[in-house]
């Protein structure tokens, strides 16, 4: 072939070559921009301590021998260990959008003595520290620091919700695995009943009839109840009023063992918050809502079915005091009243 005619097909593939290496470089560059600056040095698997400050929170997460996580603070209490492997995992994902060159430094804030938050991620004997300083609410940023000093600009929303309450990281507890199915008696204070069959009588008094609702309702609460928080190292019954329970239940399940629950005082910190302690776990104190407490806001006579019967009712029905639903948001209070 002609050489003159081999000249322009030379060209072209050498600007397709060029080309495909620009395209590269670009792809490249595109790639880093999007995915950022990396500001963990470890993976998720690899992280072993975080700790965090800010927004009023101040925790240190441990990985155990056995790969669960714990609260240096408060070993004992019960985590989410999924929730924590979720934060782990923001944590050893977080990138910058970019690291501010020297020359740039004095057109920022200078760095304040009380940053916002301060975050130090290690793995084994090395650490990683990042300082979270002022933000840059124009640009939607915040100035974050390395141990190092290297300053870096970071999304804002990237780091929204990182420093967790370790009441967010808790584990519900239930007081035990057995339903309503497995209950063969329950005492509630003074009254004692029986199941049989899916039926509920008053033990020392089977033809009394029973509002069967109010009844299931009461053991359904004892099984099903789950827990807000768990104090691990209680002190005296009385700090949290369970020397003198407003309600104190037992259930006995047919495979002969029992379950005592004793619902205390209103929490400080939450009025929606009672204390409760369990038989099963009796060197800890529990918070549940409040609200359980009214199931058990009864009497024998607010628990007379007064659809039943002649036949079947044996007191006169005119002496009944049924004026609130079993259940309702002030049965406790009324059920007080009435006693009194």
Known sequence: MNR????????????????????AVLQSAQTEETQGLALCDFTADEIDRLSYSGNNVEATLLKGNEGSWMLE????????????????????GLTAQRQL??????????????????????????????TVDQANDVADIYYVYDENGTTYTVDQTDLAGLCKDPRDLYKTQTL???TIDDVATMQVEDLQFTQTDGNWTLTDDPTYPLDQDAVQKMANTLCGVQTDWTVTTPEADSVYGL?????????T?????????????????DETLCYLASSDTPTVVYEVNAEYKTAFAVTKETLYDDTATAET?????????????????NDYADAQQNNE
């Open 176 to 178: 035990t695995d057995k």
């Open 101 to 130: 060159q020297d020359s740039e430094l004095s057109e920022i804030p200078a760095r304040s003595d009380t940053p916002l938050m301060v975050f130090e991620i290690a793995s084994g004997e090395t650490a990683r520290t990042l």
């Open 243 to 251: 020397d003198t329970p407003d309600v104190t239940a037992t259930v």
């Open 313 to 329: 009712a044996e007191e006169d029905t005119d002496s009944i005091v049924a004026e609130q639903p079993v259940g309702g948001k």
């Open 4 to 23: 003159k005619k081999m000249m322009p097909l030379v060209f072209l593939a050498v600007c397709v070559v060029v080309l495909g290496v620009l395209l």
């Open 253 to 269: 399940f047919t495979d002969g063992t029992s379950l005592t629950v004793r619902f205390g005082a209103l929490t400080d910190s």
């Open 73 to 92: 603070s408060d070993p004992a209490l019960p985590l989410d260990q999924d929730v924590v492997s979720n934060l782990i995992t923001k944590f050893a």
